[in-house]
């Protein structure tokens, strides 16, 4: 069994910042696909960002691209989300998501192991 146990989330105003945390425990291996969705009400979830933890590559949804930064520390089996210029339609409940390897990093379909979620409101 896999745990994600997602922290960090929390309000801000337009243009602060937030760091989301997932951390990894249970059976699962260093190599595996990471992914940050949100969900805001109302609306379908969005795939954010992804990060294969084995070689460290990254891929972003346009919306994100130069403001998210999602990075990894394998030792500690955590992911992050580094959210900057943060916009009101950043506001939603954002969830962690895990692959086991073989996975990939598009972010147009489900995962097999979720969080609980944490929520990031943006305020304007």
């Known amino acids: 069994q896999v745990q994600l146990v997602e922290s960090g989330g929390g309000s801000v105003q337009a243009g602060g910042s937030l760091r989301l945390s997932c951390a990894a425990s249970g059976y699962i291996s260093s190599r595996k696909c990471m992914r940050w969705f949100r969900q805001a009400p109302g609306k379908e979830r969005e795939g954010v960002a992804s990060?294969?933890?084995?070689?460290?590559?990254?891929y972003y949804a346009d919306s994100v691209k130069g403001r998210f930064t999602i990075s990894q520390d394998n030792g500690k089996n955590t992911v992050y989300l580094q959210m900057n210029s943060l916009k009101p339609e950043d506001t939603a409940m954002y969830y962690c998501?895990?692959?086991?390897?073989?996975?990939?990093?598009?972010?147009?379909?489900?995962?097999?192991?979720w969080g609980q979620g944490t929520q990031v409101t943006v305020s304007s």
């Open positions: 998501a895990a692959d086991r390897y073989p996975c990939a990093l598009r972010l147009d379909m489900g995962a097999s192991y």
């Open positions: 990060i294969y933890t084995g070689s460290g590559s990254t």
